[in-house]
């Protein structure tokens, strides 16, 4: 018997059918024997539809506002998955944010959860109480309704398993795990049995859209094993049964993950754009005086490489942006132009970010100059490399997107398992 | 200076369009200097959707999930309302019914508002602060949302408006106020200006569909002067920049009316069934053997009339019921029958109930023989009758319905003022 956490998103729940195929996957563990804790997104769409509404109401609004609106969505879904499990035959109630509490800051739109009492979860455990809990919400400091941000239902489910101490947390969505790489790009890609926190950090970051990014780091944080699985599959499906086995990616701790693969998925980013300022001064603070005029207007700066200039005591520094962000960061900078002191700014939209990662990469070199050398081989220039100790993210030209990660996923052999 | 509850039906809020139009009555009487609490319903065509989804979800359901999802729709017109008074530089917060909060009983799905602490919401008006409240629902004792039942907004604003002690409380509708008479059936129907509370009450529960009867018998009991209202009117149209003129009803003490009509209105409910059980045994006991199993199943015995039998020592006793509970009505009864010990049952639908209501009538003899002959010289016949102190209600067939409308709105001059 085991203490499981069942997250569902919001195409796992678009309708009223699939909230009763929801609740058969949920009978099947409470009738295992298992202590269920469930959590649920909105229904597929209206989240986006009261986003909508509240964009039209006015072009700048009053995030607790917002939040009061959009964490309705999950409230609804909360309440009809009860309804469809009481029908079953399920002992249920739902839980709004503000009920259990879950605990958030004051950052309204994007809060995060500060605590979450698990006594109430664990008393209903004893009673045999399924809780259905309404994600991605909570109450904060201001005793009022507060949301986590977009995916922030993954982020509740994790910080649920962490509060009750749950033995796993199932994150139910419309894939059935995570691939070596997107199989809509490489047919060979190949789902991963299991996946170590870091790395999934590494691909959720990069654009594997399996799971959001602040859940992978609570769930590291608080050591959650957290297995990624589909909802679409019949609740009696042959393996569905066994609570661990069936298709599904496990994301755990590397101790457990005994056969370490040196390189584990090729992820990748397009729609990026290359900004680089030519001869700076290279004295300190200069970083400073670049990224933070950028940051305050919440332009996300990814890789970033300082090299010696061609031209003695100054220096040259490459980075980039989303390419939504261009036209602004430019502007940012031109304006910036007398407090950074760079004498050419050069910048180039339509690129794209390939990564290759693995937590084996520590204990194996010559994992880079394979890849260096594989791309080189199909005539793919490489335009900035930055690397960690488990990723080398390099920047090409978007055009050979498809190409890169094909050469890639087959160089480090991901197709072989 | 006046304090003042706004309450905007679903109608009113049906899309962002109307709820910024909403917002500009409320700016009208906070410019005027007003202190202002709002009260709204769902966006018109959500509930529905809501209760549809429920009903899918399964064919029994518990009416605190339903609550949950429920309660919802009116979170949403909350928060939006509030992001479109910011926007035209309202001071202004949205209030759910447990943050405030709005207390009731424990009967999920039509509970009853307990206590209502005006506290926060009076401070607020210190600070200049517009409350906009969702309506239709509350906290319940077993700390989770409870709704109202239908209409359950209305009750909500005139709860609220006891609690700040307002000085009146708007109904914003999509009607500009109370009719002598439905004006589709009789084109001469003339809006009244003033109504007593407990004329109201008569014509609300006799199918004047305006305000909720619940509503209307809160605003009485705590003396709550309510002010229907059209919100579909141009905010600054004129006449609207004065409170209290502009066209709609105010609903109020008898006191505050200084010229008493005899009869106020005609209202009307179709799709009424009789039922008659002829000689019964006239004893104590016999009215509760009857009514009692039909109020277990929630059948609405409306008018009831009992006499002397034809046959000596027995009693013959009709009622009605709305047509729609006709059948399950007859059921119980045959079922209950050597309980009940009647002789024979006749039953009939497709009936009509046509009342003629005034305050005024307390005072004035003659007012029901005028109807009756009224009624029989357009050759109608009557089946049943029954009378309070300010009503007179008729049951007819219901095809002579808007026969017997427009007759007694004449008969009475209702089109004269």
């Given at each position: 018997m085991a203490r499981i956490v069942m997250k569902f998103g919001g195409t796992s729940v678009a309708d009223i059918g699939r909230i009763r195929n929801v609740a058969c996957h949920i009978k099947r563990e409470v009738d295992a024997g298992h202590d269920v804790t469930v959590v649920v997104s909105a229904m597929a769409g209206t989240t986006n539809q009261l986003i909508a509404w509240t964009q039209e109401a006015a072009a700048v609004y009053d995030l607790r506002e917002y939040d009061t609106v959009i964490a309705s969505g999950e409230q609804i879904t909360a309440g009809l998955l009860a309804i469809a499990l009481q029908d079953i035959g399920i002992n249920t109630r739902s839980w709004l944010g503000w009920q259990i509490p879950i605990l958030t800051d004051n950052a309204h739109g994007s809060a995060r959860i500060t605590d979450i009492d698990g006594t109430t979860l664990i008393e209903g455990f004893k009673k045999g109480q399924v809780a259905v809990i309404a994600g991605f919400q909570g109450l904060a400091p201001d005793d009022r309704v507060a949301t986590l941000g977009r995916g922030g239902s993954d982020t509740s489910a994790v910080a649920v398993a962490a509060a009750i101490k749950a033995d796993r947390c199932d994150i139910y969505t419309d894939v059935d795990g995570v691939y070596t790489t997107d199989p809509r790009i490489e047919p060979k890609a190949r789902r991963l049995s299991k996946v170590a926190f870091e790395e999934m950090l590494e691909m959720a970051s990069l654009g594997a859209k399996v799971l959001q990014v602040r859940s992978v780091e609570l769930a590291m944080v608080h050591k959650v094993r957290t297995f990624v699985r589909s909802s679409f599959a019949a609740p009696d499906a042959p393996g569905m049964e066994d609570s661990i086995n069936p298709p599904g990616t496990l994301i755990c701790d590397e101790e457990e993950i005994v056969e370490q693969q040196v390189v584990t998925g090729i992820a990748f980013a397009k729609d990026e754009a290359q900004i680089s300022l030519r001869r700076l001064a290279d004295k300190p603070g200069i970083s400073a005086a670049i990224f933070d005029p950028l940051a305050e207007e919440n332009i996300n700066v990814d890789m970033i490489v300082q090299n010696i200039s061609e031209h003695g005591a100054k220096t040259d520094m490459t980075f980039t942006v989303p390419s939504v962000d261009h036209d602004q960061a430019v502007k940012i900078l031109e304006k910036n132009r007398k407090e950074i002191r760079y004498d050419v700014l050069q910048s180039e939209s339509g690129l794209a970010k390939v990564s290759v990662i693995g937590i084996?990469?520590?204990?194996?070199?010559g994992v880079a100059a394979t890849a260096f050398r594989a791309l080189a081989e199909k005539g793919i220039n490489i335009r900035a490399i930055t690397t960690s100790e488990i990723k080398i993210s390099i920047l090409i030209d978007s055009a050979y997107t498809e190409l890169a990660v094909r050469t890639l996923h087959a160089v480090y052999r991901l197709d072989k398992g």
């Amino acid at each position: 018997m085991a203490r499981i956490v069942m997250k569902f998103g919001g195409t796992s729940v678009a309708d009223i059918g699939r909230i009763r195929n929801v609740a058969c996957h949920i009978k099947r563990e409470v009738d295992a024997g298992h202590d269920v804790t469930v959590v649920v997104s909105a229904m597929a769409g209206t989240t986006n539809q009261l986003i909508a509404w509240t964009q039209e109401a006015a072009a700048v609004y009053d995030l607790r506002e917002y939040d009061t609106v959009i964490a309705s969505g999950e409230q609804i879904t909360a309440g009809l998955l009860a309804i469809a499990l009481q029908d079953i035959g399920i002992n249920t109630r739902s839980w709004l944010g503000w009920q259990i509490p879950i605990l958030t800051d004051n950052a309204h739109g994007s809060a995060r959860i500060t605590d979450i009492d698990g006594t109430t979860l664990i008393e209903g455990f004893k009673k045999g109480q399924v809780a259905v809990i309404a994600g991605f919400q909570g109450l904060a400091p201001d005793d009022r309704v507060a949301t986590l941000g977009r995916g922030g239902s993954d982020t509740s489910a994790v910080a649920v398993a962490a509060a009750i101490k749950a033995d796993r947390c199932d994150i139910y969505t419309d894939v059935d795990g995570v691939y070596t790489t997107d199989p809509r790009i490489e047919p060979k890609a190949r789902r991963l049995s299991k996946v170590a926190f870091e790395e999934m950090l590494e691909m959720a970051s990069l654009g594997a859209k399996v799971l959001q990014v602040r859940s992978v780091e609570l769930a590291m944080v608080h050591k959650v094993r957290t297995f990624v699985r589909s909802s679409f599959a019949a609740p009696d499906a042959p393996g569905m049964e066994d609570s661990i086995n069936p298709p599904g990616t496990l994301i755990c701790d590397e101790e457990e993950i005994v056969e370490q693969q040196v390189v584990t998925g090729i992820a990748f980013a397009k729609d990026e754009a290359q900004i680089s300022l030519r001869r700076l001064a290279d004295k300190p603070g200069i970083s400073a005086a670049i990224f933070d005029p950028l940051a305050e207007e919440n332009i996300n700066v990814d890789m970033i490489v300082q090299n010696i200039s061609e031209h003695g005591a100054k220096t040259d520094m490459t980075f980039t942006v989303p390419s939504v962000d261009h036209d602004q960061a430019v502007k940012i900078l031109e304006k910036n132009r007398k407090e950074i002191r760079y004498d050419v700014l050069q910048s180039e939209s339509g690129l794209a970010k390939v990564s290759v990662i693995g937590i084996g990469m520590r204990s194996h070199a010559g994992v880079a100059a394979t890849a260096f050398r594989a791309l080189a081989e199909k005539g793919i220039n490489i335009r900035a490399i930055t690397t960690s100790e488990i990723k080398i993210s390099i920047l090409i030209d978007s055009a050979y997107t498809e190409l890169a990660v094909r050469t890639l996923h087959a160089v480090y052999r991901l197709d072989k398992g």
